[in-house]
């Protein structure tokens, strides 16, 4: 008969987590570790117990070797991996990223009602109704986030024994794309945005706006990642979004700024003042310079501030390889598709320097008719041209 046991530690204390036992298919007792719920941990003994016994009378098939592990087990083996290395060539995780793998698992353990990581196995029809409702309650964005964090998961646990096989491989992919678009800054709205805010606020949009840094990444900039000497910012690996040194030029005059900010006492200390909900005071600061947060282009909040500086990069004349290297992005499709916007005042003015362009060529062949009328021959006109 199954049962559960809470054990002690060496000082006497007893462990916050239940273990159980149960019968496997061989009647030999089995141990594990279950969860800080006795009840809970309880009843996903005496399933296991129950799923042997059904094995052993040949009712079902003799499972993958590591099916009966527990999912709250095999899930903390998976977050203590992506702590350690997880990440992009095999950096850990941001802690944003861990908090956002936690609640998704633990979202999806409830509504899977996941004791074991086998119960995985014919979980996609569940898995694909549960994310349709998703869709319908929150946005396809989100529903596109869980999907690929139980995703990611059953891959994880695939290429490490512990499923057979991939249970939501043949899962079709959501878009991820955003419902709506951000839009960029115009010149005059980022003169009103700086004029409307303190020094300190100004500083960061400006810092922002000319280096397309996000917001975690602003919040990490120290003292010490401040190169006076080559004119620009160190980025380190542990806090950029692609997990890659490198180097983000700054304007002369904002790096001067920036050094006079500096204390470089501490080196630790943080160069910018960036909260951890920088997108609310953005919003009062648009408010306060009359600039409006939804337009027909799309909205700005602090993440449209790197939208603004791509397309500023590209309409400073930027070549392809020079604005992807600026941004920081693997592909010209996520610069140019994803960031960069084409703006109508920017068309309005393109099309006119073509007008002009246009006008000067007609200009021209009309002067060249007349010339030619002038030596005696017949003018060229719209129904005849010339051999």
Known sequence: MAGVRQ????????HVKWRYWYLDLDGKRRWGTGTQNKAQTLRFARKLEEEHKEIRLGLRPK???????????????????????????????????IRNKIRHLNWWQEKLNLQTVGDLYNGLSAVEKIIAQLEMARTAKTAANYAETIKSFCVWCRKRGLLKENPLQDLAPLPAAPETQRRALTPEEIRRLLNACNPKKRLLYSVALTTGLRANELRSITTRHLDVKNGGIILDERWTKNREPGFQPLPQTLMNELARTAQPQW??????????????????????AGIPKWTDEGKIDFHALRTTFTTLVIE?????????????????LLTFNTYARARQPRLKEITEKVGVEIGACANGVQQDNEDETKEGEKPLNNNTYKE
């Open 7 to 14: 054990t002690k530690r060496n000082d006497g204390t007893r």
């Open 63 to 97: 499972p993958h070797k590591n099916a009966n592990r527990s999912f709250e087990e095999v899930k903390e083996d998976y977050l203590s991996w992506g702590r350690k290395h997880g990440g992009k060539s095999g950096h850990p995780w941001s802690p944003s990223h």
């Open 267 to 288: 080196s630790d200390q943080p160069l910018l003042d960036v909260t951890t909900q920088p997108a609310k005071f953005l919003d009062s600061d648009l408010k306060r």
């Open 316 to 332: 400073s004349g930027a070549n392809q390889k020079e604005a992807m290297e600026l941004a920081r992005h693997a592909t010209p």
